[in-house]
């Protein structure tokens, strides 16, 4: 008799789980730190998230708001009731694809009977089997596994971590499909890029709330709703910070933070348009107490990186730290009175660095002119002074800006036509060399392999913060006829500060998703090529150059 009735019981169950939000309540269990069966009982905002339906959704969010668990429950969902294929995409394969199987997937289907009897292959991290239906799980480095998998439903996890220029392959595997969705979701990094530029274009829809003093709808917002109390983030007074209704300024009480969101609903300012956008900051989080958001908040005043992890991990909001790109106004100081072409002179350093694009070689001609004393660091004692500025078509046209300014180091980047760059400094050994970008090397040194002469290796943000940096600080000259495509390129790398896999906050530059940014990666490999010149023409010693 039990057995009939848990088949007529399981029966009814799966008849009822016709949406995402009721076959989450009816078939996840969750870990902490809310174990048990599914809820929507401290993220009320995730039920309309659920069960959207637009072909394309985004979430725009502070950290550890459940937008994860909405992609996970819409994944399971599609290929359990759908019997629809899933491509979950991440950052990278190694280590996001791998973790995501181990902390996401595989304690799913651990804590859910449901789950572990769906998937009768899980052993792939790539990809897991459920009858006809298939999750796979890639990295957004991989244009090749972006390509050849058709899915119903497609999901990017921190889209802002993505090569950006692979997202438009993503939508390709949904082509052949009736019933498709794209939902990407990532905290927020700069204005108008990434997420944020997605956001823009779509509803951009808040989660709305009744106070349960004035009745007003209202949401949180920062600096409206938080109350800090202390002017030091370690002062006790941090404790007494509290969120308050910026309608009728009464405090509402965190601890029932849950009862007074519970009917809450999501607000459009955009009403006519087919994408739907969704924006949750941490002032709604049950987990995270006013007092931590204050704290983070004052450690900003004073830290650029905890003022960017501020307004994108707490507020779910795109910043831009001051002073993080180059201004107009520093372009503009940089401008001389000479033209380009003009002769380097005497007693300076003429080198050349090339980045590879797509479709063109963008180069920098710069001479470096050492200013006697002030250390021993050569980048750091030299004035640059930009001779010329270009593109060309063709590798074999590089062989020309040598024949013209004689330099003493070329700098070319490794990718993405490796060969070709290859076959370049084998036409001028012990000249040219090939630069990657890539970790553990140290600040503004360049690391040359025992086993490949031809490349070195250096550390990307490390470069670009001296580079660009002489903008900032005023040691760099342009050509007064110096080309648009120059001055903006140079402007459109951004510093921002992100965690690293231990937890460390480090510095990195973006882009926008269509921004170029070839000139500035030009200048970056002329800076390179003066510290290699130096070093392989004197040892290192530039005592004797002056």
Known sequence: ????????????????????????????????????????????????????????????????????????????????????????????????????????????????????????????????????????????????????????????????????????????RMAGQHEKQFFKLSTPFLPDKGISGEFNRSTKEFFTFKCPHCSRHTQLVFPDCLVITAEEPNDEKILESHIICKECKHVLDHATKPQWLADGKWEAEHTNRIVRGFHVNQLYSSTMPPHSVARKYLLGIKDPAEQQEFWNSKMGLPFEVQGARISQAEIEE??????????????????????????NLHYEVTQYIIQRGGGIDVNIMANARVLASGMKNHFHELDQLILQWRPLSVVIDVEPERRASFDFCMRFPGLVHMARYTEGVSGIQVNVPADNQYTVHVDRTAWLDLSLGRFHNGTIKLPFDTSREYRDQVQTLVRVYKKDKNGQERGMYKKGENEQDHFAHARNYSEIALKLGIRLSHNGDISGIF
């Open 1 to 172: 008799m039990g057995t009939l009735t848990d088949a007529i019981s399981n029966g009814l169950k799966r008849k009822a789980a016709t949406v995402p939000s009721i076959w989450s309540e009816t078939y996840r269990i969750m870990p902490t730190p809310f174990p048990g069966p599914y809820t929507f009982y401290y993220h009320p905002w995730a039920r309309e998230m659920h069960d959207c339906t637009s072909e394309e959704m985004i979430g725009m969010k502070g950290a550890q708001l459940g937008f994860t668990e909405v992609a996970l429950n819409k994944t399971f969902f599609a290929i359990d009731v759908k019997a629809q294929s899933v491509l979950y995409v991440l950052p990278a394969t190694k280590p996001d694809a791998a973790n995501f199987s181990s902390s996401r997937f595989d304690p799913a289907l651990e804590l859910s009977p449901h789950l572990r009897h769906l998937f009768s292959d899980v052993q792939n991290v790539g990809h897991k089997r459920a009858g006809a239906a298939n999750l796979f799980i890639v990295g957004s480095r991989s244009r090749s596994q972006l390509k050849s998998n058709p899915c119903g439903v497609c999901i990017a996890d921190e889209l802002e971590e993505m090569v950006q220029e692979n997202i438009a392959l993503i939508p390709e």
């Open 334 to 359: 940089a401008i001389g009175t000479y033209p380009t072409q003009t002769a380097g002179k005497p007693n300076s350093l003429i080198v050349i660095g090339i980045d590879v694009g797509p479709k």
